[in-house]
């Protein structure tokens, strides 16, 4: 059972690239996360699923986008990458009648 | 909305000695209560959660926290604390309802000196 996997583990992308940062569970979970973690801080939400097919956007959602196509998967695309965007990201993954959240082991990503 | 407090950004302790690292909430609806502990350069660990029941909640390495609906406040503590325990520590609620999504505090680093 390997729960939330997350790849790649680190990155480094120029400004103005794309990319794709992939999360998949193997939990049959409905809802899916991502988090972003900036150095010294917590984790903000960036965007959240509660099924296939459902999005809706977090605290922190300018510059990037998500789909969620089936329950396992559920990545995030950041279409211009822009130094802000620097930072540790965490999808995680939740049954709804158990708590907590499963969280990926992240993706360390740099933008120069 | 919900909000989490961790009102001491770094707390410096001896080895052996006993801590307490404070964290306040606030929310307009009934919620989940954590502590996650993070090593440098890794993911989140759970330590503890509280979802219902007695308020004092014992976690892993020897962690608990107590949970105070009328002071919003769940406070992480540890009698005797190690070397190994340098880390930092998140508080963080989630609603039981709706997305059940995490907001965390900013964290305390924990700096366990010999």
């Known amino acids: 059972n390997a729960g939330v996997t997350q790849t790649p583990k680190f990155r480094i992308l120029k400004i103005g690239q794309s990319m794709t940062l992939q999360c998949t569970q193997d939990?049959?979970?409905?809802?899916m996360y991502w988090y972003r973690q900036d150095p010294g801080m917590g984790l903000k939400l960036i965007y959240y699923?509660?099924?296939?097919?459902?999005?809706d956007k977090g605290e922190v959602p300018n510059g990037y986008n998500v789909s969620r196509s089936t329950t396992e998967d559920f990545p995030l695309r950041l279409e211009l990458a822009a130094p802000s965007q620097t930072s540790v990201y965490f999808c995680?993954?939740?049954?709804?009648?158990?708590?907590?959240?499963?969280f990926g082991d992240g993706t360390r990503l740099s933008i120069l | 909305a919900q909000s989490v407090t961790q009102l001491d950004s770094q707390v410096p302790v001896f080895e052996e000695a006993p801590v307490e690292l404070r964290c306040n909430y606030s929310?307009?609806?009934?919620?989940?209560l954590f502590w996650y502990v993070q090593y440098p350069n890794q993911g989140l660990q759970l330590l503890l959660k509280y979802l219902s029941g007695s308020t004092l909640v014992k976690g892993i390495n020897g962690f608990e926290a107590e949970f105070n609906k009328s002071q919003t406040s769940f406070h992480l503590r540890k009698p005797s604390v190690h070397i190994s325990d340098t880390a930092e520590y998140f508080c963080?609620?989630?609603?039981?309802?709706?997305?059940?999504?995490?907001?965390f505090g900013s964290g305390t680093r924990l700096q366990v000196q010999p």
């Open positions: 699923s509660v099924g296939a097919g459902i999005t």
């Open positions: 939990m049959n979970h409905n809802y």
């Open positions: 995680a993954s939740l049954d709804k009648a158990s708590q907590p959240q499963h």
């Open positions: 929310s307009s609806v009934s919620v989940y």
């Open positions: 963080a609620v989630s609603e039981d309802t709706g997305r059940r999504a995490l907001t």
